[in-house]
């Protein structure tokens, strides 16, 4: 068992929020360790979901949900613009308007509505580099831990954050006055075990993955944007990825479909098809359970024509009847509308599970319910995507050290 000296502030998460925040919090001369617990897939690199994420930074009107945390749009679009040039994408920003809302959409027809933002989409070798040039920024003024938070106590005025390094199986004890808590969607129970009350947030978004082995099969959804959102009452495409490649990542004892950027010399292509339920804990839960039923069935293979989704058993087994007929209704107008071919090869991948992740944020600040200790990106609830995450991370620093200078 080790003891640390104490730190300002210990950043659970390397993803996005917490790179940022390191950075933002290392030019103020703070004293700051990063904790990072990275996927089996990045090969202990930092960077989170950055690298799996599809790999878009969505400008406005994406992610207004930071407006409150800004204070105004026009702080906002400063720190947009600060975070864009120290992620070094600023010269493939094209700036949207702040004067369009995020709620505007266009119809498209039978009951049909496609919001759409403008992105930057970074290749696999370019989000590599970005990552890369974050962790140089930060390796040289913190201290980075590899391996996972266990628990969180209070020490008096600080906190003890005991963490299990990776490499020597030890448990680290460190002793901080300000927690940044940015693991966002490979959130543990840390916080809540500690205390921190969890807020709901939005609805869990449930469905699946399509793998198009052409990606021409959805070239009319990507002429539409590279972060086109097609939207039929609950239901909804999510994160297209054109050309694009299938990763699954372990979500509990789930196996979920994630999709990436791929280089252009790839032709296959890739997007979810999700619905939207209110009941998050409870359809949460009621999914883990059914799939324990279906885990050791076989995968649909490659098809064509339009998908018989009710006779999918496994699918039907895993969503239930209501939520997958909702889905088949959907997928046969995304073909009426022309935007999927689904006369060429696909195959179906599942569970596709979105926003079941904690959130510990409410109203317009970063801080949770403990005094202390602030939650960032997806943690904090107020918008998602990468662009957001690292906006989040930013302003969570300087609400801290505006919180500290006062």
């Known amino acids: 068992m080790k003891t640390s000296d104490p730190i300002d502030v210990i950043i659970l998460g390397g993803g996005l929020s917490g790179l940022m925040a390191a950075i933002r919090l290392i030019r103020q001369g703070?004293?700051?360790?990063?904790?990072?617990?990275?996927?089996?897939?990045?090969?202990?690199?930092l960077g989170g979901f950055a690298k799996f994420s599809g790999a878009k930074f969505s400008l406005p009107p994406a992610g207004m949900g930071l407006l409150t945390l800004a204070g105004t749009k026009e702080r906002l679009h400063q720190k947009i613009d600060e975070v864009i040039e120290i992620l070094g994408i600023g010269s493939l920003a094209k700036h949207s308007s702040f004067e369009r809302g995020a709620d505007?959409?266009?119809?498209?027809?039978?009951?049909?509505?496609?919001?759409?933002?403008?992105?930057?989409?970074?290749?696999?070798p370019q989000i590599d580099d970005l990552l890369a040039r974050l962790t140089t920024l930060i390796s040289d003024s913190c201290q980075l831990i590899r391996g996972k938070a266990e628990s969180i106590s209070p020490n008096e005025q600080s906190w003890v954050v005991a963490v299990r390094e990776i490499d020597s199986n030890l448990t680290l004890n460190f002793t901080a006055k300000t927690i940044f808590y940015a693991a966002g969607r490979l959130e543990s129970k840390i916080l809540t075990n500690a205390g921190a009350e969890e807020y709901p947030g939005k609805g869990l978004d449930v469905g699946f993955r399509v793998e198009f082995m052409q990606r021409e099969s959805v070239g009319a959804l990507r002429d539409l944007g590279p972060d086109a959102k097609i939207m039929h009452k609950s239901a909804r495409t999510f994160c297209l990825n054109s050309p694009g490649e299938i990763f699954?990542?372990?979500?509990?004892?789930?196996?979920?479909?994630?999709?990436?950027v791929a280089n252009d010399n790839v032709n296959t292509a890739n997007v979810g098809i999700l619905s939207r339920?209110?009941?998050?804990?409870?359809?949460?839960?009621?999914?883990?359970?059914?799939?324990?039923?279906?885990?050791n069935l076989p995968k649909s293979g490659v098809q064509t024509g339009r998908p018989d989704?009710?006779?999918?058993?496994?699918?039907?087994?895993?969503?239930?009847?209501?939520?997958?007929?909702?889905l088949q209704e959907f997928t046969n107008i995304l073909g009426d509308l022309h935007l999927i071919n689904w006369d060429l090869p696909f195959r179906i991948h599942y569970p596709l599970i979105d926003w079941y992740w904690g959130t510990y944020c409410s109203g317009p600040s970063?801080?949770?319910?403990?005094?202390?200790?602030?939650?960032?990106?997806?943690?904090?609830?107020?918008?998602?995507?990468?662009?957001?995450?690292?906006?989040?991370?930013?302003?969570?620093?300087?609400?801290?050290?505006?919180?500290?200078?006062?």
């Not at 703070?30 to 690199?45: F, I």
């Not at 339920?277 to 885990?295: F, L, P, Q, T």
């Open 277 to 295: 339920i209110k009941d998050k804990e409870k359809s949460g839960r009621e999914i883990v359970d059914n799939y324990a039923k279906i885990r």
């Open 104 to 124: 505007e959409e266009i119809y498209l027809g039978l009951d049909t509505e496609l919001r759409s933002y403008n992105s930057i989409v970074l290749s696999p």
């Open 30 to 45: 703070k004293k700051v360790t990063v904790v990072d617990n990275s996927l089996p897939e990045a090969g202990g690199k």
């Open 309 to 326: 989704l009710c006779a999918d058993l496994p699918l039907s087994i895993l969503l239930g009847e209501k939520i997958t007929k909702e």
């Open 366 to 406: 970063h801080k949770t319910s403990l005094r202390g200790i602030y939650a960032l990106g997806d943690s904090a609830g107020h918008a998602r995507g990468l662009l957001q995450a690292a906006i989040s991370g930013w302003l969570a620093s300087e609400e801290y050290l505006s919180e500290i200078n006062h």
């Open 248 to 260: 699954y990542y372990k979500y509990g004892n789930m196996d979920i479909p994630g999709g990436v």
